[in-house]
T-cell receptor, first 113, second 112 residues
Framework: EAEVAQSPRYKITEKSQAVAFWCDPI?????LYWYRQILGQGPELLVQ????????DSQLPKDRFSAERLKGVDSTLKIQPAELGDSAMYLC???????????FGPGTRLTVL | GENVEQHPSTLSVQEGDSAVIKCTYSDSASNYFPWYKQELGKGPQLIIDIRSNVGEKKDQRIAVTLNKTAKHFSLHITETQPEDSAVYFCAASVLGNEKLTFGTGTRLTIIP
């Protein structure tokens, strides 16, 4: 069964450092999402891509976060500089198109010291 | 924007009993309501969903009910088993605008 791949699974960094997370969606899925899940809360959408285009980044803190999906396949989410409040699980999800089920990856757990 | 509230935050039930988790939403335009199960160290997995043209949907031991007038929907798990232990999230969105708004989650523990 195809799955969404994410790496790394865990990342520990110091504040003010740069971090990057990678996501490989299920083959053929045109829509890709990045979510942030703070411990004890539900996921919150950061950015949504349709192919290589951003369709919603209204909740992305653009002063420090950036996301790209240059070839419309895999995607990278970057934080620079990381802050203590960025500690969370970062989840990637993909769907065949925006009208279909979202499949989630295992997430990257970020700890900022 | 949409606001989804979920109750209870924790729920313990005896194996074999039923579990019910409830959610309310604020945006009357929302018409798609999925439920996700998240096991430790894994991403959320869709277990059932319902669209607003339907009042109830069942899939084996899992059912979801929707009351559009009251703006609430519920997840029902019958004959609970230890493998049902996980965190469950409800969510809401408007089809055509696929931004899911999640509830805060319910940690379900099945007591053997």
């Amino acid at each position: 069964e195809a799955e969404v791949a994410q790496s790394p699974r865990y990342k520990i960094t110091e504040k003010s450092q740069a971090v990057a997370f990678w996501c490989d969606p299920i083959s053929g899925h045109a829509t890709l999402y990045w979510y942030r899940q703070i411990l004890g809360q539900g996921p919150e959408l950061l950015v949504q891509f349709q192919d290589e285009s951003v369709v919603d980044d209204s909740q992305l803190p653009k002063d420090r976060f950036s996301a790209e999906r240059l070839k419309g396949v895999d995607s990278t989410l970057k934080i620079q500089p990381a802050e203590l409040g960025d500690s969370a699980m970062y989840l990637c999800a993909s769907s065949r198109d925006p009208h279909n089920e979202q499949f989630f990856g295992p997430g990257t757990r970020l700890t900022v010291l | 924007g949409e606001n989804v509230e979920q109750h209870p935050s924790t729920l313990s039930v005896q194996e074999g009993d039923s579990a019910v988790i409830k959610c309310t939403y604020s945006d009357s335009a929302s018409n798609y309501f999925p439920w996700y199960k998240q096991e430790l160290g894994k991403g959320p997995q869709l277990i059932i969903d319902i669209r607003s043209n339907v009042g109830e949907k069942k899939d084996q031991r899992i059912a979801v009910t929707l009351n559009k007038t009251a703006k609430h929907f519920s997840l029902h798990i019958t004959e609970t088993q230890p493998e049902d232990s996980a965190v469950y999230f409800c969510a809401a969105s408007v089809l055509g605008n696929e931004k899911l708004t999640f509830g805060t989650g319910t940690r379900l523990t099945i007591i053997p």
